[in-house]
């Protein structure tokens, strides 16, 4: 049963237009998330995260927006730009001291020239 | 350059086989996780060490699956016996434990079982 769910597979944009990613997550107690960025043969490095207590976080070219009554979150790139094509994971945490961070399935942003 | 070093960065071995994945995190990071990336499940954590402890392997096969850390330059992933369906990439990453921004990946360890 997957928590956290990245239901596109995959995202085509344009260079310059914006690039949205979404995630839901079924769990109530998660109260912190994450953006991971990842290049083939490269492990994921972190992009940006936001706390339960906001409801948007920017960073740059990179925004990420938290809707906690619809259990949803969305990763904006403006504008995109072709060194952004990776695949992107959204991941979730409840507060927990432990560090575990539960990842959804990635979805591969491709920006065309 | 610090950076997380796993070995190796790929292995094909044969169903039965024992398969050790090795990871040498960052100098310093007391924090080290094991991941698995396939695409049916996407990034599932398999085992959680703090200062060399084992916190967390509750997502880890233990009929099969054993993680170590034999010393703090050293975390191990072992396999045995293996399967096929146990053919994906295997990330360490490593971390200071203040936040999870710290936590750096390695470039992982692609396992084909055939």
């Known amino acids: 049963d997957q928590q956290v769910k990245q239901n596109s597979p995959s995202l085509s944009v344009q260079e310059g237009r914006i690039s949205i990613l979404n995630c839901d997550y079924t769990?109530?107690?998660?109260?912190?998330f994450l953006w991971y960025k990842k290049y083939p043969a490269e492990g994921p490095t972190f992009l940006i995260s936001i706390s339960s207590i906001k409801d948007k976080n920017e960073d740059g070219r990179f925004t990420v927006f938290l809707n906690k009554s619809a259990k949803h979150l969305s990763l904006h790139i403006v504008p995109s730009q072709p060194g952004d094509s990776a695949v992107y994971f959204c991941?979730?945490?409840?507060?927990?001291?432990?560090?575990?961070?539960?990842f959804g399935k990635g979805t591969l942003l491709t920006v065309n020239p | 350059d610090a950076r997380v070093t796993q070995t190796p960065r790929h292995k094909v071995t044969e169903m039965g086989q024992e398969v050790t994945m090795r990871c040498q995190p960052i100098?310093?990071?007391?924090?080290v996780f094991w991941y698995r990336q396939t695409m049916m499940q996407g990034l599932e954590l398999l085992a959680y060490f703090r200062n060399r402890a084992p916190l967390d392997d509750s997502g880890m096969p233990k009929d099969r699956f054993s993680a170590e850390m034999p010393d703090a330059t050293l975390a191990t992933l072992k396999i045995q016996p293996s399967e096929p369906r146990d053919s994906a990439v295997y990330f360490c990453a490593s971390g200071s434990g203040t936040s999870y921004t710290e936590a750096f990946f390695g470039q992982g360890t692609r396992l084909t079982v055939v």
């Open positions: 769990n109530s107690m998660f109260d912190y």
């Open positions: 100098l310093g990071h007391n924090t």
């Open positions: 991941a979730a945490n409840d507060g927990g001291s432990n560090y575990k961070l539960t």
